[in-house]
């Protein structure tokens, strides 16, 4: 199983990123899908979840209202469309898979099997 992230970067206060998670080795539609952030010093965090069919979507309060989590099952691609960023955004960003994820455990790290290696995303005041 194979998970990458791609679309980070260095972005400006206020501006608009998408990234994207393009996965291989797996049956993409059966997995539910996460994404995780970590900022530097700091513990890895749940930002959003999405089912394996997209009828069920969490995110982090922070983030609510500026990130869109989507899927393209036909793709295998998990998406984040994150707007309105601002300089506390600024974090390794990481996509995770599991074949079942608890509503109750989906920002949890040990809730998910596979793990991608991250894209940076860097927002300046």
């Known amino acids: 199983v194979q998970l990458v992230e791609s679309g980070g970067g260095l972005v400006q206060a206020g501006d608009f990123l998408t990234l994207s998670c393009t996965a291989s080795g797996l049956n993409f539609g059966d997995y539910a899908m996460g994404w995780f952030r970590q900022a530097a010093g700091q513990e890895r965090d749940g930002v959003s979840c999405i089912s394996h069919n997209g009828a069920v979507i969490s995110y982090k309060s922070a983030v609510k209202g500026r990130f869109n989590t989507t899927r393209d099952n036909a793709k295998s691609t998990l998406y984040l469309q994150m707007d309105s960023l601002t300089p506390e955004d600024t974090a390794m960003y990481y996509c995770?898979?599991?074949?079942?994820?608890?509503?109750?455990?989906?920002?949890?790290?040990?809730?998910?099997?596979?793990w991608g290696q991250g894209t940076q995303v860097t927002v300046s005041s």
């Open positions: 995770a898979a599991d074949a079942w994820v608890a509503p109750s455990r989906w920002a949890d790290v040990s809730a998910y099997m596979y």
